[in-house]
């Protein structure tokens, strides 16, 4: 039994989620889960008994379809279950991008269903101290629009303003380029940014860094972008990896190395 998940759904889509690890940084408040099924599609998997196997989810990007999330339990692997899902998920018309885990079996469904492997995609971690900072000023989510249209491949206004909105989250501008910041505590994590340029995106993003004044950030980078060498260069590290995966129109809207996607949100 695989169906929109309702509000009555969420606590079992959430225990799964807790299960593979997917809301640290975001207990107590509203949710990537949330915005899944505010401004996308999320598919709750259940067995006739309504025990919960899976769930999967998308954000919509004007066109851009970018699948956020597809997890299956373990027991119900191999099951038929993730591949079900994913076929409802994609079924729609526009370009279509996701991250695609290391697992080589999710490389290989995506690939399946026409998304290829474009570009690694780094979790970095690191010192926010020592770094350059750009300078960049504090704005909302309507002044950032445009320029994540362009960045990420289509329009979202509602999400940016949902996110905005959460505890912590700041946006930060100038007339090239962008970058959100959520804070807990000493910790941030930067995304979405952009800019027109590889080095406007860097700025946005560095000067974003700067102004949080955390200790400790968090962003996901494609390897393209000239911001790895950078940060790497600063101490950070890679805490993991997975691929950015698109078909042929994802690929023509968005520069892997001038933008900086959201961890959860794309």
């Known amino acids: 039994m695989i169906r929109a998940a309702t509000a009555d759904d969420m606590p079992a889509v959430r225990k799964v989620a807790k299960r593979f690890g997917l809301l640290a940084g975001w207990s107590g408040t509203s949710d990537f889960l949330d915005a899944e099924r505010s401004f996308g599609t999320l598919l709750f998997a259940a067995d006739d008994a309504g025990a919960a196997l899976g769930f999967g989810g998308t954000l919509r990007r004007g066109a851009v379809t970018h699948l956020g999330d597809l997890f299956v339990l373990p027991e119900h692997q191999s099951s038929g279950v993730g591949r079900t899902m994913l076929t409802e998920l994609l079924s729609g018309d526009g370009p279509k991008v996701t991250f695609a885990s290391s697992d080589p079996r999710a490389i290989a469904l995506y690939v399946r269903h026409g998304l290829r492997p474009w570009t690694p995609l780094l979790y970095l971690t690191g010192p926010a101290a020592g770094l350059p900072t750009p300078p960049v000023r504090p704005t909302g989510a309507d002044d950032i629009a445009a320029l994540d249209a362009r ?16 505890p912590g989250v700041t946006m930060h501008a100038t007339d090239r380029d962008y970058a959100a910041a959520r804070q807990t505590g000493h910790d941030v994590v930067i995304g979405p940014g952009g800019g027109a340029t590889p080095q406007d995106c860097a700025d946005a993003v560095l000067g974003a860094l700067a102004a949080t004044q955390a200790r400790t950030a968090r962003l996901a980078v494609p390897g393209t972008h000239p911001l790895v060498p950078t940060l790497l260069g600063a101490g950070w590290h890679i805490a993991d990896m997975d691929t950015l995966m698109a078909d042929d129109a994802g690929r023509e809207l968005i520069r892997p190395d001038r933008y900086v996607p959201h961890p959860d949100l794309g």
């Not at 960045?151 to 959460?166: C, E, F, P, V």
Request: proline fraction near 0%; avoid cysteine; hydrophobic fraction near 55%.
């Open 151 to 166: 960045a990420s491949g289509g329009a979202r206004r509602a999400t940016l303003a949902w996110y905005a909105a959460l």
